[in-house]
């Protein structure tokens, strides 16, 4: 069974920076697509970045050159560094494997 838990997440100031972690179970990590998303009140969940197992990356055009996304495969970890926070950016986060596995969240509050 597959878990993913997120970590790193807070409350920082605007223009701040945090760095989110997921850490996955299991011995599929490596060969699977892994993404972050974000799900801020009243609002549907988004992509936010998404990284492949080859290396590859797309971001949301709200978070271009302000979040990178990466993994450390001998970790079974996939990261997001974001920073240059806004407000706008605040949300509950979520690491996604795959299209099946989802983690539970971590909440990230910017604030003014």
């Known amino acids: 069974q597959v878990q993913l838990v997120e970590s790193g997440g807070g409350l920082v100031q605007a223009g701040g920076s945090l760095r989110l972690s997921c850490a996955a179970s299991?011995?599929?990590?490596?060969?699977?697509?892994m993404g972050w998303y974000r799900q801020a009140p009243g609002k549907e969940r988004e992509l936010v970045a998404q990284i492949t197992s080859g290396g590859s990356t797309i971001y949301a055009d709200s978070v271009k050159g302000r979040f990178t996304i990466s993994r450390d495969n001998a970790k079974n970890t996939v990261y997001l560094q974001m920073n240059s926070l806004k407000p706008e950016d605040t949300a509950v986060y979520y690491c996604?494997?795959?299209?099946?596995?989802w983690g539970k969240g971590t909440l990230v509050t910017v604030s003014s």
């Open positions: 996604r494997m795959g299209v099946s596995y």
């Open positions: 299991g011995s599929t990590f490596s060969r699977n697509v």
